[in-house]
C-alpha cells in the first residue's frame, strides 16, 4: 500500500507570495491533518479534514486554509506568506476521525520563505 | 492546558544501554498518548500508544510506562542501537477532540556504538 505523499518536496517563495501544498492520504483513509514543525515551536496542528468538512482547526491566522477533495486529497494555502512561515509541512491521514486513529504521516514539503 | 512538557531536550545513551524519554500534561481530558520516531528528512511514524486505563504497554524493545495520577508517561528504549539514533516525540489527544494531536518539543536521541 503507497503512503502518504506530499507535494512539492521542496519549494521556495518569497515574502507576500501565496502557496499551495498538496496531500494525498493512503488509499481508504478519510482523514487528513496538517502540521507545521519548525525548530522554535516544534510539530503544531494545523487543521484536520474529514469527508471534505474541516473538523478542527488550531491557532494559526486565516492566511492558512485548506480544504479536501471527494477523494480525500487535501490541498493547504498559505496566502500573503511572511518569513516565519518558512516550515517543514506534514500532512498526516487516518482512517477514522476519533483522536485514537493511527496518523500516518508524509515526508512533508518543505517551505522557505524569502 | 494544552501543553505537553518532554524531557530530556537531547540524550546520548551508549549502545545496549536504556533510553528513558519523559512527558507530563495538564489536561485530563487527554486519553490517547502515542509516541512518534522522527529521522532526518522523513515525517513521523508511530512507534507505540497508551491509553490511561493502562499503566504499562511494550513492543519489542519499546516501553510506554504511564503514571494517570502524576500525569505522567514516558518512553523507554531498552537494548539502545544506533538505528534508534532520531528524534523522538511524544503527544497526546482527546478522543472527540477529532486528530489532533498535542506534541512535545522533542527529544534527539544518540545511540553512540
Known amino acids: 500500500k503507497a503512503g502518504v505523499t506530499q507535494t512539492p518536496r521542496y519549494l521556495i517563495k518569497t515574502r507576500g507570495q501565496q502557496v499551495t501544498l498538496s496531500c494525498s492520504p493512503i488509499?481508504?483513509?478519510?482523514?487528513v491533518s496538517w502540521y507545521q514543525q519548525t525548530p522554535g515551536q516544534g510539530l503544531q496542528f494545523l487543521f484536520e479534514?474529514?469527508?471534505?468538512?474541516?473538523?478542527n482547526k488550531g491557532n494559526f491566522p486565516g492566511r492558512f486554509s485548506g480544504r479536501q477533495f471527494s477523494n480525500s486529497r487535501s490541498e493547504m494555502n498559505v496566502s500573503t506568506l511572511e518569513l516565519g512561515d518558512s516550515a517543514l509541512y506534514l500532512c498526516?491521514?487516518?482512517?477514522?476521525?476519533?483522536?485514537?486513529?493511527?496518523?500516518?504521516f508524509g515526508p512533508g514539503t518543505r517551505l522557505t520563505v524569502l | 492546558q494544552q501543553q505537553v512538557k518532554q524531557s530530556p531536550q537531547s540524550l546520548i545513551v551508549q549502545k545496549g544501554g536504556i533510553s528513558i524519554i519523559n512527558c507530563a500534561y495538564e489536561?485530563?481530558?487527554?486519553?490517547?498518548f502515542p509516541w512518534y520516531q522522527q529521522f532526518p528528512g522523513k515525517g513521523p511514524a508511530l512507534l507505540i500508544a497508551?491509553?490511561?486505563?493502562?499503566s504499562e504497554k511494550k513492543e519489542g524493545r519499546f516501553t510506554i510506562s504511564f503514571n494517570k495520577s502524576a500525569k505522567q508517561f514516558s518512553l523507554h528504549i531498552m537494548d539502545s542501537q544506533p538505528g534508534d539514533s532520531a528524534t523522538y516525540f511524544c503527544?497526546?489527544?482527546?478522543?472527540?477532540?477529532?486528530?489532533?494531536?498535542?506534541f512535545g518539543a522533542g527529544t534527539r536521541l544518540a545511540v553512540h556504538p
Open positions: 498526516a491521514s487516518s482512517l477514522g476521525s476519533g483522536g485514537r486513529n493511527e496518523q500516518f
Open positions: 489536561n485530563t481530558a487527554f486519553d490517547y
Open positions: 497508551i491509553r490511561p486505563d493502562v
Open positions: 488509499s481508504g483513509h478519510r482523514s
Open positions: 503527544a497526546a489527544s482527546i478522543t472527540g477532540g477529532y486528530n489532533k494531536l498535542i
Open positions: 479534514y474529514f469527508s471534505e468538512t474541516q473538523r
